[in-house]
């Protein structure tokens, strides 16, 4: 498939996305320069030749909202993945990766035994959470209460994300996958599943596609003591995936920050203007081009670099399609604060039983179904709301159902806020 772009050099320049390729694309530059509009307007030439193959693009900030021919998925809502139910080591492997990616921590010894334990007994993150939090509270041992404390305090903010319960699948043909709902870490940890989780079926031949990630320094950086084995899964995916069909489109405000090998790999380069001197400098190189030139291109060119025909790079003028151009609203991050105490009053409009709406109207609630979500140890010693069962503090009967009761309905306002 060619996709007009503009004119390089004065001349109608079209992108080739050819099968089995090295069809990897990257797209750098300092923000407002034209890069998002550039990758929309690829994306809707796309779909107007009817692309035969699937896109799925991970989309951070909503900006890729209403794209014509996508289908929107909010993870924790109508799209899921359970890092658990990857296959072995590739779910021990996300995990640490996370640990190692988010933190800048390696995993120690004692760390990978207690997780690898936990990993081939538990269903869920949140599983592994709720045994951290009893183990934690059963060691006597300091060094042991150190490993349980550490691992928990990493993965509790993870205990929370609905998005991670269970594997709905991906869906073929064009997928917008918006997580601007969700907060930062939140979004790292899920674009990494993501990503593990496609390079899964890549490799064995259930899927393959044209993957799209915005904002990619924030998941393509280098990983901490990386090797040939270790390494980013981004890089991973170029670098092992192209005879598997699954490809990806990059848009960064970096060129040095990002992994070598990434930089290395990728047969399209598309450079913006750039202002970072060790960008400038990195790109000057690579390219063969004047930094000054780098440093005053206009909106909407670019330096592209093809390394299958020259490595000298040319001046693209782009031709952005008028269709996809709109104001770009942002998206918060949902308030759980207010999501919470929402889901509180619906669920007291329409309770009659006494006890429920006892709890309900409880000031510790929000406190209870912390503990029930695996966000806390402590939970108001209440013999209505908790008990000790050989020496594990678990919810009555009552309590769990309110919390169930309270999930639910936090599910359905994030669904309908959409």
């Known amino acids: 498939m060619k996709i007009y772009l503009g004119k390089l050099g004065g001349r109608p320049y079209y992108l080739n996305l050819e099968p089995y390729e090295n069809n990897n694309t990257l797209i750098v530059g300092q923000a407002g320069t034209g890069k998002t509009l550039f990758m929309k307007s690829i994306l809707y030439r796309i779909v107007e030749q009817r692309f035969n193959e699937n896109i799925l693009i991970l989309d951070f900030t909503g900006e890729y909202s209403g794209l014509s021919g996508f289908t929107t998925l909010f993870p924790g809502v109508n799209f899921f993945i359970n890092p658990l139910q990857l296959p072995f080591p590739m ?4 995990l640490f990766y996370f640990i ?63 998005a991670i319960s269970k594997i709905t699948g991906i869906p073929n043909g064009y997928v917008h996958l918006n997580l601007s709902h969700m907060g930062d870490q939140q979004q790292t940890f899920f674009s990494i599943i993501t990503l593990h989780y496609l390079y899964y079926l890549a490799k064995y031949g259930e899927y393959s596609a044209v993957i799209v990630i915005d904002e990619a320094e924030r998941i393509a950086l280098p990983l901490p003591g990386a090797n040939r084995i270790d390494r980013n899964i981004v890089t991973k995916i170029i670098d ?41 400098e990195y790109a000057s190189k690579i390219l063969f081009t004047k930094p000054l030139m780098i440093q005053t ?5 670019a330096m592209h670099r093809d390394p299958y025909k020259t490595y000298i790079a040319e001046r693209l003028d782009i031709e952005i399609e008028p269709r996809i151009v709109r104001k770009f609203i ?13 889901a509180r009053r619906r669920l007291l409009l329409k309770t009659i039983d006494k006890d429920e709406r006892e709890l309900l109207e409880n000031p510790q609630l929000r406190q209870i179904y912390d503990f029930y979500r695996n966000r806390t140890i402590n939970i108001p010693r209440d013999p209505r709301y908790c008990k000790e ?11 769990e159902k309110i919390c169930r009761k309270i999930e639910k309905e936090i599910q359905n306002i994030i669904k309908y806020s959409q």
């Not at 779910?91 to 996300?94: F, K, L």
């Not at 942002?330 to 929402?342: G, S, V």
């Not at 069962?389 to 309590?399: H, P, R």
Request: aromatic letters at 12%; charged letters at 30%.
């Open 91 to 94: 779910n021990r492997d996300t």
């Open 100 to 162: 190692r990616y988010v933190f800048g921590r390696e995993v120690t010894p004692i760390q990978y035994y207690i997780l690898s334990e936990m990993i081939g007994k538990c269903e869920s993150i949140r599983d592994i959470i709720s045994s951290l939090r009893d183990e934690l509270g059963r060691a006597r041992d300091e060094g042991w209460r150190n490993a349980y404390s550490s691992i928990y305090n990493r993965l509790m903010p993870l205990g929370e994300m609905d």
């Open 240 to 280: 092992e995936l192209r005879k598997y069909g699954l490809f990806v489109f990059l848009i960064s405000h970096t060129l040095q920050g990002l992994d070598d090998e990434i930089r290395n790999n990728v047969r399209n380069l598309f450079v913006f203007r750039l202002q970072n001197p060790r960008d400038v």
């Open 297 to 301: 291109l206009p909106k909407f060119t």
């Open 330 to 342: 942002p998206q918060k991050p949902f308030d759980f604060n207010k999501i919470f105490e929402e």
């Open 389 to 399: 069962i050989n020496g594990k503090i678990v919810l009555t009967n009552i309590a």
